[in-house]
């Protein structure tokens, strides 16, 4: 506010009166209390009826920041439409502010003329007065003047907040648009996919009209037979039918019992044929737990003492055959690895070469499964077992030794004195016996390490086949392939 100093003239001059166009907010001058150089200490402020512009603007920000998350977008589009609306009645309010404040400055500045020109009228205490009215006048144009500069900075944050909530909407009212643009999209292609499934719908049910009169026309027939029986009440007849299937069923499985002896029965003499031209047969039931013998058939046949004999297991095709090592005698028993393999062996003598092979692929003994898952229940068993050799030469002792099958390790042991303890490893080999002899089909090879070897003897072939298939299980378990010499690759 400028500060205009009048001029006077004689002291006769008259006081000009305050115009009469200026509006009054009270009717009554304003209490203050002055300090020191002329400070406004307490002023008795007029009862403000609502809350601040500023103390708005704050509450609907933060309305609309709580509300953004759990908002949808068109009801945000809404709510940024209500808030312009009222930001723009508070700039509205903000101008008719503006016409009072206006109007005080005038009122200020006459009445300071006034008291000018009333001071240069007046002396002493009177003209000291009005000195402290002009102060306050003065001071009271200050606090007009700051209150202004807030009423500017909070109509600047005004008109800042209608910019952005006018920015906001539009980009509410896009999206929205967008969206419906997204979906509507969506709803054709949704309409056309339906569409075109009954479309084919329609078209399968055409296709399938004539079939299904046919279908339909039977299960009709169908139905009104059995309506027709339990209408009756004969339930025999059914009993009969059930009892008629039943008989064809026997006869059925009679027939191919039949059927399948005669095959094996023309296999058999299919082979006595042509082992009329041979010198050697194979005797010995194919099961695992057997034990397979090569027995001349023919008097011009040589002695077997005097033939080289090689073992090998044929694939499932038959198309390659792997051999047998250690396999060379005229008896060989099965053991596990050999089951559902085919069996061949050739005899060589003076230069001459044949073959036997087994009828069909080596079976699996009977309870063998559930007699290997009883022995794993524990996690170390003991077989009671006589050594037959030890590093390849014959053991004079026959006395029994305890065999034990660990999860981790192998032991063979007499009482306290440990023959041999040892980890599973790529060095092991544990096997069936292939050097033949009677008890073969109770006998296994067992290589602990390099340079430590055994034949042992079990009390069964039940016992030696589930010992083999336990540790090779157990082996397994830690990473290691148990087997006999070259027997990796059938592994």
């Known amino acids: 506010m400028t500060r205009v100093s009048p001029e006077f003239g004689d002291q006769d001059q008259e006081v000009l009166p305050v115009s009469t166009d200026v509006s009054f907010a009270s009717n009554q001058f304003p209490k203050y209390k002055l300090g020191p150089d002329n400070e406004i200490l307490d002023e008795v402020k007029e009862d403000i009826k609502g809350p601040s512009l500023k103390e708005v603007v704050v509450e609907e920000t933060n309305q609309l920041t709580e509300q953004h998350k759990r908002l949808s977008v068109r009801d945000l589009a809404c709510k940024f439409d209500k808030n312009l609306s009222a930001a723009a009645k508070l700039s509205e309010e903000a101008k008719l502010r503006e016409v009072p404040s206006l109007e005080g400055h005038v009122l200020l500045k006459k009445l300071r003329d006034a008291l000018e020109c009333l001071k240069g009228r007046l002396a002493g205490r009177n003209k000291e007065d009005v000195e402290k009215a002009i102060s306050m006048v003065e001071a009271l144009a200050v606090k007009l003047t700051q209150k202004e500069g807030e009423l500017i900075q909070e109509k600047f944050e005004v008109k800042k907040l209608a910019n952005f909530l006018k920015q906001a909407s539009e980009d509410a009212k896009k999206l929205v648009n967008q969206e419906k643009s997204f979906a509507c999209a969506e709803i054709e292609s949704a309409r056309a996919v339906v569409q075109r499934i009954g479309e084919a719908l329609d078209e399968q049910e055409r296709t399938s009209e004539t079939s299904g009169k046919q279908e339909m026309e039977e299960l009709i027939e169908e139905v ?91 694939s499932s ?63 170390n068993y003991e077989f009671s077992v006589v050594i037959s050799q030890m590093n390849g030469r014959n053991y004079s002792s026959h006395s029994v030794h305890l065999f034990q099958v660990g999860k981790t390790r192998m032991k063979l042991s007499r009482g306290w004195i440990t023959k041999a303890r040892e980890s599973y490893s790529k060095s092991m080999q544990f096997c069936g016996f292939r050097g033949g002899g009677n008890s073969a089909a109770k006998s296994l090879f067992w290589q602990a390490r390099k340079g430590q070897s055994f034949v042992i003897v079990f009390e069964s072939e039940r016992e030696r086949n589930g010992a083999l298939i336990l540790a090779r299980k157990y082996a397994l378990d830690c990473h290691v392939l148990l087997a006999g010499p070259d027997d990796d690759a059938v592994l």
């Open 317 to 379: 095709e038959c198309s390659r055959r792997e051999a047998i090592l250690g396999a060379n005698k005229f008896v060989y028993a099965p053991e596990p690895i050999d089951v559902g393999r085919v069996l061949q062996a050739d005899i060589i003598s003076n230069g001459l070469r044949e073959s036997v092979t087994t009828k069909g692929h080596i079976d699996k003994a009977a309870e063998l499964g559930s007699y290997v898952e009883t022995l794993s229940r524990k996690s």
């Open 224 to 314: 009104q037979e059995a309506r027709r029986i339990k209408l009756l009440h004969q339930p025999r007849k059914v009993m009969d039918m059930e009892h008629e299937l039943r008989e064809l069923r026997i006869q059925i499985r009679e027939k191919c019992k039949i059927s399948f002896d005669i095959r094996k029965e023309l296999a058999m003499s299919k082979r006595a044929e042509e082992n009329k031209s041979r010198f050697y047969e194979l005797s010995g039931s194919e099961t695992l737990g057997s034990i397979l013998r090569i027995q001349p058939c023919s008097d011009e046949a040589t002695d077997l003492s005097k033939c080289s004999i090689q073992w090998y297991r044929l």
